[in-house]
């Protein structure tokens, strides 16, 4: 399944959870280096991107506590 | 056996000779100890010799993180530290401080580092995975703790964990602390120092080995309920608006919302408590400040030196700059102002006509206490020394001080609080002197004057077990809660988490039983274990930091209440039926040595105690030097 993943970097706080979730899922370890969405944080700002190998699966935005990822609409293959 | 969760080494590195060395992580020790603090005080206990000058090189600067750190485990980004503490020679362990380090440390391959010696000048050390080297820290050297994080970051990008101290620790102020990316704080009782002490400014670390789990499916499966509980929870929404004001409303939600920034998160936090505040009007509109949490911004205002946010705020980065705790600092300047006006200090001595609580006055004196200038030399020695100067005819305005820093939470204490529970109770017993949460992880506030029940069910949530309860809650003096007795499973509830490497706020251990606490161990690591071995475990770990300060000459006579605690206004018990006068106190005392099978005449443990929890080497290695546990 594919999701569309909205990105809200105002409400980005830096857990860094998507980028947990991901490497888990995706590599079998946590590694916030081989994860497919990245955050790139400073002075409390965030830049949220995503890596060519994102499948768009959404789990990203299942484990933000903070709504900054949402996953809003199903994208039909 | 692989070690999942754990990264699998400790990473040893000698300032006098440069040399680094990586050990396998002993597994058995992990099973006896659990990992963060549990480890730290077995390999403190094993390598910081009896009797050493804490400033000297034969000190140690332990870290470590536990081995949830750097999963997904909500809240699991912390470290701990252990060390021989300058401000009272305490072997002393500070729980906190998560951000980036903990992670960083973990994937670059390492579940703690020892680090002892001293540098022939002034160095930082960087652990990039496999490459470890001792930098030159040139003229990071006279930065502030922030200054330097942000010039780190500058020369390495992010993300990095990085672990820094001020100028007061450069200048050995003997109550300094290290901080961690800013905002987390390292070391109540002179870690700061310590580092000052080894000409070491900072430790940098990333990692991309990565940390796997044993059993992905179970992990995945309690991580999933957690988060699900975490979801519903419905403090969340405000938790994540208004901050540790949403459970310590200590400055008006309005004023916060002005002046927040941005909410900063620990690696994994779900409540993402430290921030960054900015000034909107005054003398320093414009600026923007890190804080490990509003409240702790307005220690300024709760002494009366301001009453302006902006100024309070401004005050707190430039404590936070230096390095220096800021109860400490501030008790200090207090205690320097009453000697002045009851004529034991002189003008001349002091250096001015007392100390003016105003902000430009305190900065200033922050100032000479950070770089020991004029008398803030004497008081970077903390109170431990000056009270061995200064400490005779002081009844009157005598410090809240227990084994040489501030009980900072109690009837008189800065902090003002009303009953005696775990967290008072624990300002005496810690064997370290009073910390953040000396007492563990009660509920005792939160469930405040609710029936017994309610705190039955957070006693079994905590892992107490039955018959302990039925001790807990037999009626003594009156009281029908024995807090005494009681500490002793909050305190190790609290150190199961410091093991763990989770975090030790309320607003998250809640969503953590032993059970899941267990469990998710078990999940992660492939070492089954049940919440008795894990409350087992954390029990082995304070008997053998408690023998580790017996060595140093601690014993029941340290373990004291403030004697202003029993003035004219006295803390009621949990009920608020009962005052707590000296004599119930100290009773409470005896219960709790009772509880935890240590003597009654020395407050230390007993043999037969040692040698349930394995550890017989204790009584061996002390019977060397002259100590012997009945």
């Known amino acids: ?77 | 056996m692989k070690a999942f969760g754990y990264a699998g080494s400790i990473l040893f590195v000698n300032l006098t000779t440069s040399k680094i060395k990586k050990e396998p992580l002993d597994l058995e020790i992990a099973r006896n100890f659990i990992g963060g603090f549990g480890i730290n005080t077995k390999l403190g206990y094993d390598l910081i010799k009896p009797g050493i000058d804490p400033l000297s090189a034969d000190n140690k600067i332990i870290i470590g993180a536990g081995p949830f750190v750097g999963t997904n485990i909500p809240g699991s980004a912390r470290v701990c530290s252990l060390t021989k503490l300058p401000v009272n020679g305490a072997i002393g362990w500070s729980g906190g401080a998560g951000m980036n380090f903990g992670i960083m440390l973990k994937n670059a391959g390492y579940d703690h580092i020892v680090i002892e010696g001293c540098a022939d000048k002034p160095v930082y050390l960087k652990i990039f995975d496999d490459d470890v080297e001792i930098c030159d820290a040139g003229t990071l050297w006279g930065e502030g703790s922030g200054e330097t994080v942000d010039e780190l970051y500058t020369e390495y990008g992010r993300p990095l964990g990085v672990a820094s101290i001020g100028q007061a620790a450069e200048n050995l102020v003997k109550f300094s602390i290290a901080f961690v990316e800013k905002v987390g704080t390292l070391g109540r009782g002179g870690l700061g120092a310590v580092f000052g002490s080894k000409n070491l400014k900072a430790i940098i670390a990333r990692g991309t080995k990565g940390i796997q789990v044993s059993d992905r499916k179970r992990y995945r499966e309690l991580v999933d309920q957690l988060y699900e509980r975490m979801r519903g929870y419905s403090g969340l929404k405000d938790a994540h608006k208004y901050g540790f004001l949403n459970f310590m409303p200590a400055m008006p939600r309005e004023v916060y919302l002005e002046l927040k920034k941005a909410r900063l998160a620990c690696v994994s936090c779900p409540i993402a408590d430290k921030e960054i505040l900015q000034i909107k009007k005054g003398k320093f509109k414009g600026r923007t400040v890190y804080s490990s949490a509003a409240v702790n911004t307005l220690m300024s205002m709760m002494y009366g030196i301001t009453n302006d946010y902006g100024e309070s705020i401004k005050l707190s980065e430039e404590l936070d700059s230096y390095g220096l705790d800021q109860m400490e600092a501030l008790e200090l300047l207090k205690f320097a102002d009453q000697l002045y006006k009851h004529g034991m200090l002189t003008e001349k001595e002091l250096g001015s006509p007392g100390i003016k609580f105003e902000p430009d006055s305190v900065t200033e004196w922050l100032k000479k206490i950070a770089y020991r200038e004029g008398f803030g030399d004497a008081l970077a020695d903390g109170f431990g020394e000056v009270l061995k100067k200064y400490g005779k005819g002081i009844e009157e305005f005598a410090p809240v001080e227990v084994k040489g820093m501030v009980a900072y939470q109690g009837i008189t204490s800065p902090i003002k609080t009303d009953l005696f529970t775990t967290f008072e109770f624990g300002m005496a017993v810690h064997p370290k002197g009073p910390c953040a949460a000396p007492g563990g992880s009660s509920p005792l506030y939160f469930t405040r004057g609710r029936a017994i029940d309610w705190v039955a069910g957070h006693l079994d949530r905590m892992g107490v077990p039955k018959d302990a309860q039925e001790r807990i809650f037999t009626l003594k003096d009156g009281m029908a809660l024995n807090v005494g007795r009681m500490t002793k499973y909050s305190q190790q509830s609290l150190f199961i988490v410091d093991m763990l490497g989770t975090c030790g706020r309320g607003q998250i251990n809640r969503f953590y039983s032993n059970k899941v606490q267990a469990e998710l161990y078990s999940a992660v690591t492939g070492i089954e274990i049940s919440g008795e071995e894990l409350m087992k475990a954390a029990e082995r770990a304070v008997n053998l930091i408690k023998a580790a300060n017996v060595r140093e000459g601690f014993d029941r006579k340290d373990d004291r209440f403030p004697d202003g605690w029993f003035g004219k206004e006295k803390h009621k018990d949990y009920y608020e039926k009962v005052e707590i006068t000296k004599e119930i106190a100290y009773g409470l005392l005896d219960d709790y040595y009772d509880e935890r099978g240590w003597d009654l005449k020395t407050g230390i443990p007993t043999k037969e105690k040692l040698i349930e929890l394995g550890l017989n080497f204790v009584i061996t290695d002390a019977e060397k030097i002259g100590v012997t546990y009945s």
């Open chain 1, 1 to 77: 399944m594919k999701y569309e993943i909205r990105t809200y970097p105002t409400r980005c706080v830096g857990c860094l959870n998507c980028q947990l979730i991901c490497s888990f899922l995706f590599e079998k370890a946590f590694n916030i280096f081989k994860a497919r969405i990245m955050i790139d944080r400073i002075d409390g700002n965030s830049k949220i991107g995503f890596t060519d190998k994102c499948t768009s699966c959404g789990f990203c935005a299942d484990y933000c506590l903070y709504s900054a990822l949402e996953k809003v609409e199903e994208v039909k293959e």
